[in-house]
């Protein structure tokens, strides 16, 4: 029997998976027709405007697109830091 | 009874439409259906040779839409069986030729005649998938275990939302199961994941659909062939019957997990 952590290793290195993670990202920029470059600009505008508000961190914000099935869905979990009244 | 118009698709070429269509209409037809195929490839056919018709041609598509011949003079009868035609592309002209009105109103002269119109579609998103696209009742998206298949596949089905013809369905087709089981070929479960369609058939990679297409025997003419036992079961689902998927694994696995999750999926 392999080890839990062997069999974990050859499923990241297997070609099969790395083309599985591959496609996940590229369907997501055909589907919605924005490439990374302009989903990066997106966020960084949109964080410009939150922090306009309220205080964030930028390096714990994550925005990002995720698959329901065939429909594509923006998600954002924006931290608030403490004292976030300006 | 109304013939149900049946188109199947891809947007990469080589992946196994013009495979797919003649096996179908092959399959349907041992079947006890009336069938007629319709190679929309125009100016590149291939569906004849495949069948092994080409001999036979005398009218084609665009003759028909043009009005030089009647319907039923460019419908080539296949003696093997007892009910399939084929009306053939044109080979000297463009995709021009035809309009998708074109195709709606060949397809509802068809319907009065036969069961099935099962239209192959050319590569691309372009006016001959659109021609072939209008048409569809239902549309069958192939596509290979492969990464630009793939991608290309959820264009097609993207494209076939929008023109409100979906949800399509999808068949695998040139599955190599040693492949598959080493980690080198994207799984089923995955294709299925990435491209959140219901799945109607896997065809494994099988060489006698090669040979089948050097003979102009279509490889579901044979009993044997695993490629053609495939055919067979997605031709019984379009029927509506509920036919569980064939092993290609011969040490089991992959695809009964495939089964219990379609099943478990329900459709
Ligand atoms: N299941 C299969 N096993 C082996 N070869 C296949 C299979 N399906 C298709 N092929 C081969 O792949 C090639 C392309 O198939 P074809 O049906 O012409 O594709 P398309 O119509 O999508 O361009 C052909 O040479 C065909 O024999
Ligand atoms: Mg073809």
């Known amino acids: 029997m392999d080890g839990f952590l062997e069999r974990l290793m050859r499923k990241k290195q297997n070609s099969a998976n790395a083309a599985k993670e591959r496609l996940k990202l590229v369907l997501i920029h055909d589907r919605t027709d924005i490439t990374p470059?302009?989903?990066?600009?997106?966020?960084?505008?949109?964080?410009q405007v939150i922090s306009k508000y309220v205080n964030i961190d930028p390096k714990t914000v994550k925005i990002d697109m995720a698959q329901d099935g065939r429909e594509q869905r923006l998600v954002a979990d924006i931290p608030i830091a403490?004292?976030?009244?300006k | 009874m109304s013939a149900k118009v049946v188109t199947i698709t891809?947007?990469?070429?080589?992946?196994?439409?013009?495979?797919?269509t003649a096996n179908l209409a092959v399959a349907l037809a041992q079947q006890e259906q009336r069938v007629v195929c319709i190679d929309g490839d125009i100016g590149l056919r291939n569906l004849d040779v495949i069948l092994g018709l080409e001999n036979r041609i005398v009218y084609d598509l665009v003759d028909v839409i043009e009005g030089r011949c009647r319907l039923k003079q460019a419908m080539i009868r296949d003696k093997r069986l007892p009910e399939l035609y084929l009306i053939p592309a044109a080979q000297t002209r463009d995709k021009s030729a035809v309009s998708p009105s074109d195709m709606v109103r060949l397809c509802d002269e068809l319907r009065n005649e036969v069961d099935w119109i099962l239209v192959d579609s050319p590569a691309g998103i372009e006016r001959g998938f659109k021609n072939a696209l209008a048409p569809a009742?239902?549309?069958l998206v192939v596509t290979n275990p492969e990464i630009s298949a793939v991608r290309d596949a959820d264009r097609i089905v993207g494209l076939i939302e929008a023109e409100e013809k979906g949800p399509a369905k999808l068949i695998l087709n040139r599955v190599n199961s040693s492949l598959t089981k080493r980690g080198d070929m994207i799984s089923a479960e995955d294709v299925l994941e990435l491209l959140a369609i219901d799945l109607i058939g896997i065809i494994p990679e099988d060489e006698n659909v090669v040979v089948a297409s050097n003979r102009g025997q279509p490889v579901t003419l044979s009993e044997k062939a695993k490629a053609g036992q495939?055919?067979?079961?997605?031709?019984?689902?379009l029927?509506?019957?509920?036919?569980?998927?064939?092993?290609?694994?011969e040490k089991g696995g992959l695809f009964d997990r495939l089964s219990r999750?379609?099943?478990?999926?329900g459709d």
């Open chain 1, 82 to 85: 403490a004292s976030s009244r």
């Open chain 2, 10 to 20: 891809s947007g990469k070429g080589g992946v196994g439409k013009t495979t797919t």
């Open chain 2, 230 to 237: 495939a055919f067979r079961n997605i031709a019984r689902r």
């Open chain 2, 137 to 139: 009742d239902i549309v």
């Open chain 2, 261 to 265: 999750m379609i099943k478990s999926g």
């Open chain 1, 37 to 47: 470059g302009q989903m990066e600009n997106m966020k960084n505008e949109l964080l």
């Open chain 2, 239 to 249: 029927l509506g019957e509920e036919v569980p998927y064939m092993n290609l694994d």
